[in-house]
């Protein structure tokens, strides 16, 4: 995988992922839980939805809205395995190592971060 700065930069280049933006309610609701709660959030839904060899419903396992983390992940194209190999390379059917997820957990939580500076 890329670097988080290398990621972001293309990220910003697609149409698609760039419009993803948080809304006042997610924002709200990473501070009332603070950055290392959202952290776990995004660990146990990346370990659950995103790191086994097989889900049934790839594609589909991410909802648009409704969790900070969820709109990160489409931002970042780490909503399913379909994208993750599109974008990183990270081949289908087969688990994700603890090294895979953590990077994914930290691009996702840079990108937060990034929504509160700036714009
Ligand atoms: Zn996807």
Redesign the pocket.
Known sequence: MATLEEALLRLEKSQFRAKFRLSEKDKEYVREKGRLEIKRHAEEFIASRLAPAHIPND?KQ?PMRGHPVFVA??AC????????EKWYKVPKDTELTKIQQEKIVNLIMFWIEKQFSGS
Do not use: D, E, W
């Not at 194209?77 to 993750?84: E, H, Y």
């Open positions: 594609g991410t992940q489409h194209a780490c909503c399913c395995r379909k994208c993750l």
